[in-house]
């Protein structure tokens, strides 16, 4: 007798972009472990993506919105479902317009239901707690599968309500231990209905170069992200304008698009480090690669709110590049201070200063990091083992005896919607 494969649909609001990669690395690892995987969207995104396998991912996706016609229909089955749905809508502690804005994502978890069905979905993984974490509460409720989903970054990111987000959710995943931490405090959840699962690198293809040759412009800096100013690029600008002042030599790379690159510019302009800082835009992995292969250090000085465990880390870490990184999200779990890369306070420009001297006069301390920064990504961040985690969590999710511990711990579908 051959036995179906466990099919599970993921949700990933506007798939692909260029921050991206990640999740179809967990695509990548589910389906090598034999789950069939269904990619959806909540829209297309706006922004075009970088990496090599952007047109077939897009290819794979089905997006929600707009909804197709057909999901209109309902049969007389799924009508005290509408009638649970259109009361979860009304009770969210939102205003008129964002009520009217949730009746838009009530007509996509429609369409979600039907494909759901269509393709016999034993389960849904969503990888937002903003809307489209609304849009998987409200397909459960009309009576589609069982479904968990992805914090990224801090609560008040991803908007309002996120208790009835969970209400039937098999279990909510933080992408850093800080995350779940306002999971359990903020929304009320059972610390076993939480765990915190990170996202994944490819440690096969992420690997330090053969030979990493020094550059002759001195200490070359990477940094690869939005240009958004919650990435704190102006702190980093700060500080090796001071560095510089005091006799270093190096100079920066920063890779990504964002909403803020204009700020950043005149940032660059107004520190006088046009010589020294270039741009060059969004970067696909392979470019990425080449780019950490030619550097000394990472640079992530974000501030803030909504930093997570940046894959971005992850990446340069695999490659042997010790990160410099601001003390913000899940960064104090991933580095330990001094061994596999250096930890400043968010906006600390003097302390940024200080360690770009320090990794400029000590090779040695660089070369010393960089081996840990490998065997750390090796061990902790490989994509295989981040997404068997998450298989394991959602199949243990599952189990009877696990539901049936939980049943206290989270309303039914008719007590949401009361």
């Given at each position: 007798m051959t036995v179906a494969p466990f099919r599970l649909g993921m949700l990933i609001p506007?798939?692909?972009?260029?921050?991206?990669?990640?999740?179809?690395?967990?695509?990548?690892?589910?389906?090598?472990?034999?789950?069939?995987?269904?990619?959806?969207?909540?829209?297309?995104?706006?922004?075009?993506?970088?990496?090599?396998?952007?047109?077939?991912?897009?290819?794979?996706?089905?997006?929600?919105?707009?909804?197709?016609?057909?999901?209109?229909?309902?049969?007389?089955?799924?009508?005290?479902?509408?009638?649970?749905?259109?009361?979860?809508?009304?009770?969210?502690?939102?205003?008129?317009?964002?009520?009217?804005?949730?009746?838009?994502?009530?007509?996509?978890?429609?369409?979600?239901?039907?494909?759901?069905r269509e393709r016999k979905l034993d389960h849904i993984h969503g990888h937002s707690a903003a809307d489209a974490a609304h849009v998987l509460a409200l397909c459960r409720i009309l009576g589609g599968p069982r479904y968990s989903f992805h914090l990224h970054g801090d609560l008040p990111v991803y908007g309002t309500d996120h208790a009835a987000k969970a209400w039937d959710a098999t279990f909510?995943?933080?992408?850093?231990?800080?995350?779940?931490?306002?999971?359990?405090?903020?929304?009320?959840?059972?610390?076993?209905?939480?765990?915190?699962?990170?996202?994944?690198?490819?440690?096969?293809?992420?690997?330090?170069?053969?030979?990493?040759?020094?550059?002759?412009?001195?200490?070359?800096?990477?940094?690869?992200?939005?240009?958004?100013?919650?990435?704190?690029?102006?702190?980093?600008?700060?500080?090796?304008?001071?560095?510089?002042?005091?006799?270093?030599?190096?100079?920066?790379?920063?890779?990504?698009?964002?909403?803020?690159?204009?700020?950043?510019?005149?940032s660059i302009a107004r520190f006088g480090l046009e010589p020294h800082v270039k741009l060059v835009g969004p970067l696909g992995e392979s470019a990425v690669i080449e780019l950490l292969h030619g550097a000394d250090a990472f640079v992530l000085s974000s501030i803030g709110l909504g930093e997570a465990s940046p894959v971005a880390v992850m990446e340069a870490m695999a490659c042997g590049v010790p990160p410099v990184c601001s003390i913000i999200g899940g960064t104090p779990d991933m580095i330990s201070d001094g061994a596999e890369g250096l930890l400043v306070a968010q906006g600390d420009e003097e302390g940024l200063a200080n360690v770009f001297l320090r990794l400029g006069q000590d090779v040695a301390l660089r070369e010393r990091m960089a081996r840990a920064a490998r065997e750390r990504a090796v061990r902790s961040f490989d994509y295989r083992e981040t997404g068997r985690r998450l298989l394991d969590a959602i199949h243990a999710s599952r189990a009877p005896q696990r539901q049936a511990a939980w049943q206290g711990a989270a309303p039914r579908a008719d007590q949401a919607a009361a």
């Open positions: 506007e798939f692909p972009t260029q921050t991206h990669a990640f999740f179809w690395r967990e695509i990548t690892a589910l389906r090598a472990a034999g789950v069939e995987v269904h990619i959806f969207s909540t829209r297309r995104p706006v922004e075009g993506c970088p990496h090599e396998w952007a047109e077939r991912a897009a290819s794979e996706t089905t997006y929600l919105y707009p909804p197709r016609l057909s999901s209109a229909l309902l049969s007389p089955r799924d009508f005290p479902g509408m009638a649970k749905a259109l009361a979860y809508v009304s009770r969210l502690s939102v205003n008129v317009k964002q009520k009217a804005r949730a009746l838009g994502m009530l007509a996509c978890a429609v369409d979600f239901l039907h494909y759901s909510v995943a933080a992408a850093a231990r800080p995350m779940q931490r306002e999971l359990i405090e903020d929304v009320g959840l059972p610390p076993e209905r939480t765990y915190t699962l990170w996202m994944g690198v490819d440690t096969d293809r992420f690997v330090p170069p053969p030979q990493r040759v020094e550059s002759p412009r001195g200490l070359h800096l990477v940094s690869v992200g939005r240009l958004h100013l919650c990435k704190g690029h102006v702190h980093t600008f700060a500080a090796l304008r001071k560095a510089l002042d005091r006799g270093l030599r190096a100079h920066l790379t920063v890779g990504g698009r964002g909403p803020h690159e204009q700020e950043i510019r005149q």
